[in-house]
């Protein structure tokens, strides 16, 4: 069980520049979920895979933030015209299936300069 | 919609002691799934332990257990014999069981817990 993978570990941008990170789901994970995290919260959803379809999205923050997770395996998560305000910590979970425990990921920490 | 509360920000215990992390929930259903996790600092949120709402008997896990109180709508984590490693934020999390809404967990603020060696 190598566990749920993400990358970067940090990423500092200038703001108004797209950033893209990438999360690795345990192998046999058919179910991937990303969430936000801001400094003294709990994690915040944003959007759920099964495989390939995206069967959650209405809770990415603004129609700056996208997500894919192409052929059902890894996953990225987009934000396009950083802000301030995206300052956060970026954590991508997995599951067997989407009543089962979700394991995650060390998260990507995102600063905007 | 559900709201997880958790009212205590930060909690301390003297090693070997034993400490209770409180959290409440609001929830209109009768059938969902409560969780706690451990986030170490710059580590990883890990799985404590997990309580199914139709389920009476509290779970266990080693020297973690938790009071689920359904109608009181309350569920709190004991830590017995706290250890050094124990030193984490702690989150206390719903979901819900009807399918097509089990997907996403709904978080509480979580509780610094610090351990005095």
């Known amino acids: 069980d190598t566990g749920v993978s993400q990358d970067p570990r940090h990423k500092i941008t200038k703001r108004g520049q797209n950033v893209t990170f990438r999360c690795d789901p345990i192998?046999?994970?058919?179910?991937l979920y990303w969430y936000r995290q801001t400094l003294g919260q709990g994690p915040e959803f944003l959007t759920y895979?099964?495989?390939?379809?995206?069967?959650?999205k209405s809770r990415l923050l603004s129609d700056r933030f996208s997500a894919e997770r192409p052929k059902g395996s890894f996953s990225t998560l987009e934000i396009q015209r950083t802000e301030q305000g995206d300052s956060a910590m970026y954590l991508c979970?997995?599951?067997?299936?989407?009543?089962?425990?979700?394991?995650f990921g060390d998260g990507t920490r995102l600063s905007i300069l | 919609a559900q709201t997880v509360t958790q009212s205590q920000p930060e909690m301390s215990v003297q090693e070997a002691e034993t400490v209770t992390l409180s959290c409440t929930y609001d929830?209109?259903?009768?059938?969902?799934?409560l969780f706690w996790y451990k986030q170490p600092p710059s580590r990883q949120m890990i799985l404590v332990i997990r309580?199914?709402?139709?389920k009476q008997q509290n779970a266990t896990e080693n020297r973690f257990s938790v009071n689920f109180q359904k109608a009181a709508k309350s569920f709190s984590l004991k830590i017995s014999d706290s250890q050094l490693g124990d030193a984490a934020m702690y989150f206390c999390?719903?979901?819900?069981?009807?399918?097509?809404?089990?997907?996403?967990?709904?978080w509480g603020a979580g509780t610094k817990l610090i351990i005095k060696p």
């Open positions: 979970a997995s599951s067997l299936e989407a009543g089962e425990p979700q394991h």
């Open positions: 999390a719903y979901r819900s069981a009807i399918g097509g809404s089990n997907y996403q967990l709904i």
């Open positions: 192998s046999e994970h058919n179910r």
């Open positions: 309580q199914e709402a139709y």
């Open positions: 895979f099964q495989n390939e379809a995206q069967l959650e």
């Open positions: 929830t209109s259903e009768s059938d969902y799934y």
